[in-house]
């Protein structure tokens, strides 16, 4: 099972950058997709979700109206478009899935980091 992101980079403050996570090794069919990321010295946190069917997505407060989440289950693919970003978005970011819900995600991609510059 392998989770793979990439997208990430150096952005200024304000521009937008867009996240992908290829999901290889099994079938994620049924399972919820989304991302974490972890600030410099800081904890992991939720940024959003997203439901296999697509029907519900969740953010992080600090991220509404700024990212959207998607996804292309033909693709096995999750995306997290970025967009208005801000120096405390500066983070790595990681995909992550599961059977049930975020809470203690099961699956884990390697991080891809993300900075944002004032």
């Known amino acids: 099972v392998q989770l793979q992101a990439s997208g990430g980079g150096s952005v200024q403050a304000g521009g937008s950058l867009t996240l992908s996570c290829a999901a290889s090794?099994?079938?994620?069919?049924?399972?919820?997709l989304g991302w974490f990321r972890q600030p410099p010295g800081e904890e992991r946190e939720f940024v959003a979700g997203i439901t296999w069917t697509a029907l519900r997505s969740t953010y992080a407060d600090s991220v509404k109206g700024r990212f959207t989440i998607s996804k292309d289950n033909a693709k096995n693919t999750v995306y997290l478009q970025m967009n208005g970003l801000k120096p405390e978005d500066t983070a790595v970011y990681y995909c992550?899935?599961?059977?049930?819900?975020?809470?203690?995600?099961?699956?884990w991609g390697q991080g891809t980091l993300v900075t944002v510059s004032s």
């Open positions: 992550v899935a599961d059977p049930r819900t975020l809470s203690s995600p099961t699956y």
């Open positions: 090794g099994r079938t994620f069919r049924g399972y919820t």
